[in-house]
């Protein structure tokens, strides 16, 4: 499995360099945690391709929203406790007042794809794989499925204000279920938007 996500995400890493911050909100004390989307953005010093992560604690604070783009191609991730155990699982996910839909969700704690994509180095990482149930049986999460399952995300997020998800196979603990208030996502998230349009 991190062979596989390895290779979804390789495709990105020629395109990032060291992260810079786009718009920084620093919080007035080193012990608080920001408010609202944090948008960092990452620059190759060779190619100057540019790469963003927007990411957005729960109203819980137990978990984090994120959204990476690279290329044009988006992936959408949570950032949950680490009690939270399993390479796969699933997850019941709903915006607004919508029907939820079920996501497949796959971890990813290596090193180089934190830094790729702007994962927790001291939470576990889910990358959303995709919501198709005949995909995820057959194991199909391939790099075009995972782009079109985090543009999918970015719409939603987009047209929403809020986001709630509950993994499907953890027991009940800290992150296994939060709720995103969405809202200000257009406004610090127009730099990203601007070099990676939703289509």
Same mark, same amino acid.
């Not at 109203?59 to 796969?88: D, M, Q, R, W």
């Given at each position: 499995?991190?062979?596989?996500?390895? *290779?979804?995400?390789?495709?990105? =890493? !020629?395109? &990032?360099?060291?992260? @810079?911050?786009?718009?920084?909100?620093?919080?007035? =004390?080193?012990?608080?945690?920001?408010?609202?989307?944090?948008?960092n953005k990452q620059v190759d010093k060779l190619t100057d391709a540019q790469a963003f992560t927007i990411v957005r604690r729960s109203n819980e604070g137990t978990a984090s929203l994120g959204i990476h783009c690279a290329g044009g191609s988006y992936t959408a991730f949570l950032a949950v406790p680490k009690t939270v155990e399993g390479a796969l699982t699933l997850a019941e996910v709903r915006f607004d007042k919508?029907?939820?839909?079920?996501?497949?969700?796959?971890?990813?704690?290596?090193?180089? !794809?934190?830094? !790729?994509?702007?994962?927790?180095? $001291?939470?576990?990482?889910? &990358?959303?794989? $995709?919501?198709? *149930?005949?995909?995820?049986?057959?194991?199909?999460?391939?790099?075009?499925?995972? *782009?079109?399952? /985090?543009? %999918?995300?970015?719409?939603?997020?987009?047209?929403?204000?809020?986001?709630?998800?509950?993994?499907? !196979?953890?027991? =009940?603990? %800290?992150?296994?279920?939060? @709720?995103?208030?969405?809202? /200000?996502? *257009?406004?610090?998230?127009?730099?990203?938007?601007?070099?990676?349009?939703?289509?």
């Amino acid at each position: 499995m991190v062979r596989r996500m390895g *290779a979804v995400l390789f495709s990105c =890493a !020629l395109l &990032v360099g060291s992260p @810079t911050v786009a718009s920084p909100q620093t919080p007035s =004390a080193k012990t608080a945690r920001p408010a609202g989307w944090v948008l960092n953005k990452q620059v190759d010093k060779l190619t100057d391709a540019q790469a963003f992560t927007i990411v957005r604690r729960s109203n819980e604070g137990t978990a984090s929203l994120g959204i990476h783009c690279a290329g044009g191609s988006y992936t959408a991730f949570l950032a949950v406790p680490k009690t939270v155990e399993g390479a796969l699982t699933l997850a019941e996910v709903r915006f607004d007042k919508r029907e939820a839909i079920g996501v497949t969700l796959q971890r990813f704690d290596e090193e180089f !794809l934190v830094s !790729l994509i702007g994962g927790s180095k $001291t939470q576990a990482n889910y &990358v959303f794989m $995709t919501d198709d *149930a005949q995909k995820a049986v057959a194991g199909n999460f391939s790099a075009d499925e995972t *782009a079109r399952m /985090g543009m %999918s995300v970015v719409k939603a997020v987009q047209s929403s204000s809020q986001m709630v998800y509950r993994l499907s !196979l953890v027991t =009940a603990g %800290s992150g296994t279920e939060a @709720t995103f208030n969405l809202s /200000g996502f *257009a406004q610090t998230a127009a730099p990203m938007i601007k070099e990676c349009p939703i289509q």
